[in-house]
């Protein structure tokens, strides 16, 4: 099972969101500084576009579902801290 590295979590957060410059991939230490909630590996924040997407699943859970698998494939699940951000960990 490949690690998933910042980078590779940017780049796939950046497709997955069509490139939203509201979406704000960080490591969960760094995150730390905007969030309570970042307590796991990386930290994820949004609003807008991907805020619905995740939130709501106005695409029948399309894209909430593709970042479940992503997640999984690597070993690595996801919780809210709040409607805006979550926390990534390792399994």
């Not at 979406?23 to 994820?44: A, D, Q």
């Not at 991907?50 to 399309?62: A, I, Q, S, T, V």
Request: proline share 3%; charged share 25%.
């Amino acid at each position: 099972m490949e690690k998933i590295t910042l980078e590779m979590l940017q780049m796939f957060i950046k497709k997955l969101s069509n490139d939203d410059p509201d979406v704000m991939v960080l490591t969960g230490e760094e995150g730390k500084k905007y969030s309570e909630y970042s307590e796991g590996v990386f930290y994820i924040s949004f609003e807008g576009p991907f805020y619905e997407m995740l939130n709501y699943c106005p695409d029948g859970g399309k894209v909430y579902n593709k970042l479940v698998d992503y997640l999984e494939r690597h070993g690595m699940w996801f919780e809210f801290g709040n409607a805006w951000n979550i926390s990534i960990y390792n399994l």
